[in-house]
DNA sequence: ACCGCACCCTGAGCGC
DNA sequence: TGCGCTCAGGGTGCGG
């Protein structure tokens, strides 16, 4: 599940092997859920274009090309941005990780997930897109024209402050949790960092937003900014798909103190960690450290 | 306006 | 061994 923080270390890995390279060649698998534009057209438009920069909005990567257009891609639940020569088990299924004998790599061949192959005039390594359950997208616009995904997003989790959420919730029933998974309130929060976040406020993500005081939405802003910027430093969270863009994984799952850790200690007061559903999500929380 | 929920998708894990 | 079930979840869109 890449979030802001996942999105961010893909950005910065990512980057450097793709803006200012000549698209050559575009293979993409056939037509689905994951491209709003059609492969066809995707390809076509693509070829011979140089990508300008790489920009990130919440969760969505934005990519200026040289002739105005403009690519959008978001990784979905599964998504995996990566570059050619990369090894990393990630990318294989069970079955395939089960015939490595140990201690094999194996570098990565496109396999019926990848939904995007660019190849480049240079010669040098392809860079993929892979996306298993197809929740990730990929579209092509042009800069300045409308875009409804991006234009709909709220404030960057990065640059939010808690005056942003305590706005927001005023006069709202449902859990703060699902107010922090609202894209348009703050972008780029998902189910690992509102958890982690609510938990360094010491406030329980069923609570209703409307009942939080100004205080608390100071906490919690501030805490999920705490773990996101702790998570970008380490690379992400690559607790069950993450992988970034050179084949390496993230270590901040060695630092989640409540996400998918129910039953275990409250780092804090040793607690069991709890787990229900908030938001129709799974919500992990300390009872004792979150009120 | 707001809120809950179904849906899109696939693979892992589990019980029988 | 293998089948069928459940779960995971970001974002959209619908109905109440």
Redesign the pocket.
Request: charged share 25%; hydrophobic share 35%.
């Given at each position: 599940?890449?979030?802001l923080p996942e999105v961010e270390v893909t950005r910065r890995r990512i980057e450097p092997v793709l803006v200012g390279r000549e698209i050559d060649r575009v293979g993409t698998t056939r037509s689905?859920?994951f491209f709003l534009t059609p492969p066809r057209r995707l390809a076509r438009a693509l070829a011979g274009r140089k990508v300008a920069a790489l920009e990130r909005q919440?969760?969505?990567l934005v990519a200026p090309l040289d002739d105005g257009g403009r690519l959008v891609l978001?990784l979905?639940?599964?998504g995996q941005l990566f570059c050619d020569g990369v090894t990393s088990v990630r990318l294989l299924?069970?079955?395939a990780?089960a015939a490595l004998a140990p201690g094999e790599q194996r570098s990565f061949r496109p396999d019926?997930?990848t939904h995007l192959r660019l190849q480049f005039r240079d010669g040098g390594p392809d860079v993929f897109f892979r996306d298993?359950?197809?929740?990730g997208k990929v579209l092509l616009g042009r800069v300045g024209e409308p875009c409804?995904?991006l234009d709909?997003l709220g404030v960057d989790a990065l640059a939010a402050r808690g005056s942003t959420l305590f706005r927001a919730s005023r006069?709202?029933?449902?859990?703060v949790k699902?107010?922090l998974?609202d894209?348009s309130v703050i972008a780029g929060v998902?189910?690992?960092y509102a958890d982690e976040g609510l938990y360094l406020a010491g406030v329980r993500p069923a609570r209703r937003?409307?009942r939080l005081t100004r205080a608390e939405c100071d906490a919690i802003v501030t805490g999920i900014k705490r773990s996101m910027r702790r998570s970008i430093a380490t690379g992400g969270s690559s607790i069950s798909d993450f992988v970034a863009p050179d084949g390496s994984d993230g270590r901040y799952q060695d630092e989640r103190r409540v996400y998918?850790r129910s039953g275990e200690p409250c780092r804090v007061c040793a607690s069991p960690i709890r787990?229900s559903?908030v938001?129709?999500?799974?919500t992990h929380y300390c009872p004792r450290c979150q009120r």
């Open positions: 599940m890449p979030e689905s859920y919440g969760k969505y978001h979905g639940m599964t299924s069970a079955a990780r019926r997930h298993v359950r197809k929740f409804p995904r709909r006069g709202r029933r449902a859990a699902a107010l998974l894209q998902g189910n690992i937003a409307g998918a787990k559903s938001a129709q999500r799974s």
